[in-house]
């Protein structure tokens, strides 16, 4: 069984657009919850595409993938529709943590992985992780 990716988006931009987007992930889910597939428009060729557990909450998309965010799957929505984003994302088993940006064509990814896991030690005193 893969881990699960938990994905949180913030869409910006035009309302209009931002609003057709969310429809789009309310359509996804609902087609995958009828048909038991995988459901993706066709203008999407990215290779991690699969989402699950799609739900909006107040301006947020929310959904899980599978061991990794689906990066390249957003910033073609993001394109097909004009609109930016803002996304978190966090897979605690791999400690993969991370946020990546979409605002007027510019692209940012900052992420944390295995190797700067090894950075955090534990301060029993402090009772939390802290960074050397």
């Not at 993706?40 to 107040?58: G, V």
């Not at 929310?62 to 957003?74: G, K, V």
């Not at 994302?89 to 990546?100: C, D, K, L, N, R």
Request: proline share 2%; glycine share 4%.
């Amino acid at each position: 069984m893969a881990n699960l990716c938990r994905n949180c988006v913030l869409f910006t931009g035009d309302n209009s657009k931002v609003e057709q987007v969310k429809a789009l992930f309310e359509e996804i889910q609902d087609m995958q919850l009828k048909t038991g597939k995988w459901h993706i428009p066709e203008y999407i060729t990215a290779q991690n595409f699969k989402m699950q557990n799609i739900y909006l909450e107040d301006k947020n998309v929310y959904y899980d993938t599978r061991w990794y965010p689906n990066l390249e799957a957003l910033l073609q929505i993001a394109d097909h529709y004009g609109v930016g984003f803002t996304h978190h994302y966090e897979e605690p088993h791999q400690f993969i943590h991370g946020e990546a940006t979409y605002m007027d064509g510019v692209y940012n990814n900052v992420c944390l992985d295995q190797e700067d896991r090894e950075l955090f030690k534990y301060d029993s005193e402090k009772k939390a992780y802290v960074l050397d």
